[in-house]
């Protein structure tokens, strides 16, 4: 009923930048909090960074002053600006978004993953 779909990965080279974009879609009725998590193999996903319904946010210590993230409530989109990218920024981005459909409902929503690999 709730999708998330991410766009804007791909490979770039160190100090280059990304523009990653994560549209819900669905039985909407509000959303939250949206954010960007990365997950490294066998762990659990980490929060990147956080933005509130209200433009509050915070960043993980790594990424503060380099990525930015913003919503547009209008379309139900989170995006995520990176800057000066490093090639320890390699990972899968997943998008997150707190969620209340219009059947009532409060769950978390998770994009399918978009691959950024930073690279010469």
């Known amino acids: 009923q709730v999708q998330l779909v991410e766009s804007g990965g791909g490979l770039v080279q160190p100090g280059g930048s990304l523009r990653l974009s994560c549209a819900a879609s669905?039985?909407?009725?509000?959303?939250?909090?949206m954010g960007w998590y990365l997950q490294a193999p066998g762990k659990q996903r980490e929060l990147v960074a956080a933005i509130t319904s209200g433009g509050s946010t915070n960043y993980a210590d790594s990424v503060k002053g380099r990525f930015t993230i913003s919503r547009d409530n209008a379309k139900n989109t989170v995006y995520l600006q990176m800057n000066s990218l490093k090639p320890e920024d390699t990972a899968v981005y997943y998008c997150?978004?707190?969620?209340?459909?219009?059947?009532?409902?409060?769950?978390?929503?998770w994009g399918q993953g978009t691959q950024v690999t930073v690279s010469s």
């Open positions: 997150n978004a707190d969620i209340r459909t219009r059947f009532g409902f409060m769950s978390q929503y």
């Open positions: 669905g039985s909407i009725f509000s959303i939250n909090s």
